[in-house]
């Protein structure tokens, strides 16, 4: 609308104007070079507009012959790119969907029609890779690193290159170099950091990941730094306690339900006196995890304290989490050393149906002390060879008896208190060949924050047995998806439906 009232108000001042001249007519007279000319002013007016539109035409035909040879030249230039687009576009659509002979050919077409782009570059690195031709790809990817513009795409090349043939030496020299030049890459700050971990730099690993704070969301990065503060104070704890001090209680701060930085922070508290400072962090920690750490950091709390002391604070600390597993756990064993035998027994008495490992060889030692009775002490320990596993520190398929900050494959904050093979579903469980055909099998999951008892297992469902006169149902048999070393087998799992007092020793070796 703008523009209309616009263009009728511009052509209104033209007519006027016209409409002026014309009613007020007027003579022009030119003498030059003897020559006389004598016209009106709107002959003259309408004499200089076509002289105008005359030249204006000439030097356009002029110009465009001029131009001729660089106009052509950048149709022609801009036909190239055109193809060669469409060449790229082509090869990276081959590439995904792992046509090898499209891809070469299209890569071929945009290596003669733009050699020097980018896309080019990276289309050629692709089909190189999806050909195994991995010389042809780390020389593609060290022409990109070598310019400026794919420099960032040119080391991530060769970081994964040399991921795949196992150079970690130089894996590494590339991420730092990506990082250095670019600091904003994820990929490269993460992977520096994870170098820097597997070699024990603690302070680099910290400084770097201080760089990266500006890219991480605030509770990963208090989490990953009260992780690596805790790597550091258990690095130097033997030979500088004041600094392991220092970082074990920053860590809490940051992250106070970290149960290795409470179980540090708690033990050089106590020794250094601070027990009500100690007692809090050890006590809040075991409220979101119970840990068998903080239990023994709580019981040797104070230096030279007597067993029924020891004992106290134990039964204090597991009713914080009553029903858990590890407060059962550390109780029966400070009672044990308190002799408190009773207490003991109470305690374990919830899980003797399925014991775990742990519990067994509660069980084995609390019949040696209690009644010095080594016949049962064996029967708990062979039970204690086919019992469910305990919860240790896992992560990636290993376990570790201690916890670790970094993984084996270089992942921080990776390891994790549960059972092993929790949350693992096997797609060929292991089921005894001589027993009939049964409901569908199920994995029973375990939630990380559950008090879990036995490892995850496969159930299976049997059909009913008639015994004697009356038809009653098996409980269903626990077979583990991974069977231990010392396991003989899921026929040692099965048991009666009702409780069978356990052979004695000699009975149970002999069969």
Same mark, same amino acid.
């Given at each position: 609308?703008?523009?209309?009232?616009?263009?009728?108000?511009?052509?209104?001042?033209?007519?006027?104007?016209?409409?002026?001249?014309?009613?007020?007519?007027?003579?022009?007279?030119?003498?030059?070079?003897?020559?006389?000319?004598?016209?009106?002013?709107?002959?003259?007016?309408?004499?200089?507009?076509?002289?105008?539109?005359?030249?204006?035409?000439?030097?356009?035909?002029?110009?465009?012959?001029?131009?001729?040879?660089?106009?052509?030249?950048?149709?022609?230039?801009?036909?190239?790119?055109?193809?060669?687009?469409?060449?790229?576009?082509?090869?990276?659509?081959?590439?995904?969907?792992?046509?090898?002979?499209?891809?070469?050919?299209?890569?071929?077409?945009?290596?003669?029609?733009?050699?020097?782009?980018?896309?080019?570059?990276?289309?050629?690195?692709?089909?190189?890779?999806?050909?195994?031709?991995?010389?042809?790809?780390?020389?593609?990817?060290?022409?990109?690193?070598?310019?400026?513009?794919?420099?960032?795409?040119?080391?991530?090349?060769?970081?994964?290159?040399?991921?795949?043939?196992?150079?970690?030496?130089?894996?590494?020299?590339?991420?730092?170099?990506?990082?250095?030049?670019?600091?904003?890459?994820?990929?490269?700050?993460?992977?520096?950091?994870?170098?820097?971990?597997?070699?024990?730099?603690?302070?680099?690993?910290?400084?770097?990941?201080?760089?990266?704070?500006?890219?991480?969301?605030?509770?990963?990065?208090?989490?990953?730094?009260?992780?690596?503060?805790?790597?550091?104070?258990?690095?130097?704890?033997?030979?500088?306690?004041?600094?392991?001090?220092?970082? =074990? @209680?920053?860590?809490?701060?940051? #992250? +106070? %339900?970290?149960?290795? *930085?409470?179980?540090? $922070?708690?033990?050089?508290? &106590? !020794?250094?006196?601070?027990?009500?400072?100690?007692?809090?962090?050890?006590?809040?920690?075991?409220?979101?995890?119970?840990?068998?750490?903080?239990?023994?950091?709580?019981?040797?709390?104070?230096?030279?304290?007597?067993?029924?002391?020891?004992?106290?604070?134990?039964?204090?600390?597991?009713?914080?989490?009553?029903?858990?597993?590890?407060?059962?756990?550390?109780?029966?064993?400070?009672?044990?050393?308190?002799?408190?035998?009773?207490?003991?027994?109470? =305690? @374990?008495?919830?899980?003797?149906? #399925? +014991? %775990?490992?742990?519990? *067994?060889?509660?069980? $084995?030692?609390?019949?040696? &002390? !209690?009644?010095?009775?080594?016949?049962?002490?064996?029967?708990?320990?062979?039970?204690?060879?086919?019992?469910?596993?305990?919860?240790?520190?896992?992560?990636?398929?290993?376990?570790?008896?201690?916890?670790?900050?970094?993984?084996?494959?270089?992942?921080?904050?990776?390891?994790?208190?549960?059972?092993?093979?929790?949350?693992?579903?096997?797609?060929?469980?292991?089921?005894?060949?001589?027993?009939?055909?049964?409901?569908?099998?199920?994995?029973?999951?375990?939630?990380?924050?559950?008090?879990?008892?036995?490892?995850?297992?496969?159930?299976?469902?049997?059909?009913?047995?008639?015994?004697? !006169?009356?038809?009653?149902?098996?409980?269903?048999?626990?077979?583990?998806?991974?069977?231990?070393?010392?396991?003989?087998?899921?026929?040692?799992?099965?048991?009666?439906?009702?409780?069978?007092?356990?052979?004695?020793?000699?009975?149970?070796?002999?069969?």
């Amino acid at each position: 609308m703008i523009r209309i009232v616009s263009f009728l108000i511009v052509v209104g001042a033209l007519a006027l104007g016209v409409a002026w001249l014309a009613d007020r007519p007027g003579d022009v007279l030119v003498t030059w070079q003897g020559l006389r000319i004598e016209t009106s002013l709107m002959v003259l007016g309408g004499a200089v507009l076509i002289a105008m539109a005359v030249i204006a035409l000439i030097w356009s035909v002029l110009r465009a012959i001029v131009r001729s040879p660089l106009m052509l030249k950048r149709r022609l230039h801009r036909r190239r790119g055109e193809r060669a687009y469409e060449a790229i576009s082509r090869g990276l659509v081959a590439i995904g969907a792992g046509d090898l002979a499209a891809a070469r050919k299209h890569t071929a077409d945009a290596k003669r029609l733009a050699p020097a782009e980018p896309l080019a570059l990276l289309l050629s690195a692709q089909a190189a890779q999806l050909g195994g031709d991995r010389g042809a790809a780390d020389n593609v990817f060290r022409d990109m690193a070598g310019r400026a513009d794919t420099k960032a795409l040119g080391l991530r090349g060769l970081f994964i290159e040399a991921q795949r043939r196992g150079d970690h030496a130089g894996a590494h020299a590339f991420a730092d170099e990506a990082a250095r030049d670019n600091p904003s890459l994820g990929w490269a700050g993460k992977a520096v950091l994870e170098f820097r971990c597997r070699s024990g730099n603690w302070a680099g690993a910290l400084a770097l990941l201080e760089g990266q704070k500006p890219a991480l969301d605030k509770e990963t990065y208090r989490r990953q730094r009260a992780v690596l503060l805790t790597a550091r104070a258990l690095a130097i704890e033997d030979t500088d306690r004041d600094s392991a001090k220092a970082y =074990a @209680l920053e860590a809490v701060k940051l #992250a +106070p %339900t970290l149960v290795p *930085a409470a179980a540090l $922070a708690g033990r050089v508290l &106590a !020794e250094g006196g601070e027990l009500r400072k100690a007692s809090r962090v050890v006590n809040k920690a075991w409220q979101a995890q119970p840990h068998p750490d903080l239990a023994d950091v709580l019981a040797n709390l104070r230096f030279g304290d007597a067993a029924r002391d020891r004992l106290k604070r134990i039964e204090a600390l597991a009713k914080k989490v009553p029903g858990h597993i590890e407060g059962a756990l550390a109780m029966a064993r400070a009672a044990l050393d308190a002799r408190e035998f009773a207490k003991a027994r109470a =305690a @374990l008495a919830p899980y003797l149906v #399925a +014991p %775990t490992k742990r519990i *067994a060889l509660l069980m $084995a030692e609390l019949e040696r &002390a !209690e009644h010095n009775d080594e016949g049962r002490a064996r029967e708990w320990i062979a039970r204690a060879l086919n019992a469910a596993s305990d919860p240790t520190w896992t992560t990636e398929g290993h376990t570790s008896h201690r916890w670790l900050p970094v993984s084996p494959g270089g992942r921080i904050d990776a390891f994790e208190w549960r059972v092993p093979l929790t949350g693992i579903v096997s797609a060929a469980p292991v089921i005894e060949a001589a027993q009939p055909a049964a409901a569908p099998i199920e994995i029973a999951p375990q939630s990380k924050d559950q008090n879990a008892e036995v490892a995850p297992a496969v159930t299976e469902t049997l059909p009913s047995r008639r015994r004697g !006169e009356q038809s009653q149902s098996k409980p269903a048999p626990v077979i583990p998806l991974v069977h231990a070393p010392d396991d003989p087998g899921p026929e040692a799992l099965e048991e009666s439906e009702e409780p069978v007092e356990p052979e004695s020793g000699w009975r149970k070796i002999l069969g």
